[in-house]
């Protein structure tokens, strides 16, 4: 089956860094995504990683580990605005093609 | 970057009646477009695959005859709760690839429809 793990509250202050973990588990695999949703938006795309290793992007990195099954995404810097729920996502390759399946989130709360 | 636009934003309405969600890719053309259902503090969960000129491809057990989806043109998808019943209220989420873009094919959304079935 298809599953995607994700711690679902994490809270950290500002400046601070965290690492928001993500596994999964699906029939096939074409891509990792790590999408952020502030409460009653749609989610806003943030990085992808198709191959191993480090993505980074300005105070956001994405890591994958294939093998492992293994993401995560680090926030750098903390700001009050990063306070959302991050969303991993994998794109399988199966039944539902190019969509994408996704964890059910993690609410980062950032206090100062 | 691409843009897709979904309306309307927010949809009050009595059960037993039908409401239409409409999503459109503003600067490219979707073949294909996602509908996802989000309930309070759940994951989005993928409803249908949406086909221009086709049927769309539901998910295990969602209703094809309670979610009506019309794929008409290359830049529209509609999706039609029909008989809305309280459980239905949820946050509608539509998305596209813009596959002309190059590079990462990622997902699109729009803005999102908070249905409410009183």
């Known amino acids: 089956g298809q599953n995607i793990d994700q711690p679902t509250e994490m809270t950290a202050t500002e400046g601070a860094i965290v690492q928001i973990n993500c596994t999964y588990q699906t029939s096939g695999f074409n891509g990792l995504f790590w999408y952020q949703q502030h409460a009653g938006e749609a989610p806003t795309f943030l990085s992808y990683?198709?191959?191993?290793g480090l993505e980074e992007k300005g105070r956001f990195s994405s890591f994958l580990s294939r093998s492992k099954g293994y993401s995560y995404l680090l926030l750098k810097e903390l700001q009050m605005k990063d306070s959302a729920s991050y969303l991993c996502a994998v794109r399988d390759q199966g039944q539902a093609g190019t969509a994408l399946i996704f964890g059910k989130g993690t609410t980062l709360s950032v206090s100062s | 970057g691409a843009v897709v636009s979904q309306h309307p934003s927010r949809v009050i309405c009595k059960s037993g009646t039908s409401v239409k969600i409409e999503c459109r890719s503003l600067?490219?053309?979707?073949?294909?477009m996602f509908w996802y259902r989000q309930f309070p503090k759940q994951s989005l969960m993928l409803m249908a695959t949406?086909?221009?000129?086709?049927?769309?491809?539901?998910e295990q057990g969602v209703e094809k005859d309670k979610f009506l989806i019309n794929h008409a043109s290359l830049t529209l998808s509609t999706l039609t709760v029909t008989s809305a019943h309280p459980e239905d209220s949820s946050f509608y989420i539509c998305?596209?690839?813009?596959?002309?873009?190059?590079?990462?094919?990622?997902?699109?959304f729009g803005s999102g429809t908070q249905l409410s079935v009183l």
């Open positions: 998305s596209a690839r813009d596959l002309g873009s190059g590079g990462i094919k990622k997902l699109f």
């Open positions: 949406s086909n221009e000129g086709s049927k769309a491809t539901y």
């Open positions: 600067d490219f053309q979707a073949t294909t």
């Open positions: 990683n198709v191959l191993d």
